[in-house]
T-cell receptor, first 114, second 109 residues
């Protein structure tokens, strides 16, 4: 398996623009997680899905953030409109339901909002 | 109650020395305590994990010590190598992972 795939790897956009981050989890994994990492706040869980259903979105910072998982092999995280404080590295991770402690992370998307 | 406290924030160790990172938790419902390793520009990767009914787990040079009564656990890296230089995160697992704030380890030759 190729592991968790994220695209794009880098995104530079202007404030107010819409940003869409994409993730393909490892085939067969039941859970998908979206994290944000910054120097100030560390690694934050934004939202996670179980079998494509959002379970906990309490970490989503604002209504500007939304996430979808239309099928077992694809998820998106959208920011609309983007702001400079959204600049961070966004990670997607996946795991089996029997091993949530063992998450496989993608390479991340480094987002810069100017 | 959902927090995991990690220390130190940064650690500098000589090659061959022992690196020790500590974590503490409050919620007794966690069922696994993993450690993740992250290299610059990469995503975190699972290094080693322990269940709360075990007091110690060793994999190669990496050992987790777990103290259930004190609600504390630690990572020991024996014979630290420059290639171990990375950021280490402790975590606690229930229905999701709660990560510590991370420790940046630098191992100098």
């Amino acid at each position: 398996d190729a592991g968790v795939i994220q695209s794009p790897r880098h995104e530079v956009t202007e404030m107010g623009q819409e940003v869409t981050l994409r993730c393909k989890p490892i085939s067969g994994h039941d859970y998908l997680f979206w994290y944000r990492q910054t120097m100030m706040r560390g690694l934050e869980l934004l939202i996670y899905f179980n079998n494509n259903v959002p379970i906990d979105d309490s970490g989503m910072p604002e209504d500007r953030f939304s996430a979808k998982m239309p099928n077992a092999s694809f998820s998106t995280l959208k920011i609309q409109p983007s702001e400079p404080r959204d600049s961070a590295v966004y990670f997607c991770a996946s795991s089996f339901v029997t091993g949530i402690y063992e998450q496989y992370f993608g390479p991340g998307t480094r987002l810069t909002v100017t | 109650q959902q927090q995991v406290k990690q220390s130190p924030q940064s650690l500098i160790v000589q090659k061959g020395g022992i690196s020790i990172i500590n974590c503490a938790y409050e919620n007794t419902a966690f069922d696994y305590f993993p450690w993740y390793q992250q290299f610059p520009g990469k995503g975190p990767a699972l290094l080693i994990a322990i269940r709360p009914d075990v007091s110690e787990k060793k994999e190669g040079r990496f050992t987790i010590s777990f103290n259930k009564s004190a609600k504390q656990f630690s990572l020991h890296i024996m014979d630290s190598q420059p290639g171990d230089s990375a950021t280490y995160f402790c975590a606690a697992s229930g229905d999701k992972l709660i990560f510590g704030t991370g420790t940046r380890l630098q191992v100098f030759p």
